[in-house]
């Protein structure tokens, strides 16, 4: 499937914390497509909830439309 800029989607996986104290979250959180594909074929996603607003990296197969 492909997602585009700003579209909201749902993750079918965990996002574990990326460092001590960072933000988590479990399958199924809600998010918006930030970016990507790139060249790694995944997807940057503004996850709802995220004080930081980071951008977590997903592939398609791990993305639902929401």
């Known amino acids: ?3 585009t800029l700003g579209q909201r989607v749902r993750t079918t996986v965990d996002a574990p914390a990326a460092w ?3 933000f ?3 399958a199924g959180a809600l998010g918006t ?3 990507g594909p790139d ?3 995944t997807y ?3 996850l709802d909830g995220d ?3 980071m951008p977590a990296s ?6 639902r439309s929401a």
């Open 1 to 3: 499937m492909t997602f």
């Open 20 to 22: 001590p104290g960072a």
């Open 24 to 26: 988590s979250a479990a």
């Open 33 to 35: 497509i930030a970016n």
């Open 39 to 41: 060249t790694f074929d």
């Open 44 to 46: 940057g996603v503004l």
């Open 51 to 53: 004080p930081d607003q």
């Open 58 to 63: 997903y592939t398609a197969q791990e993305l």
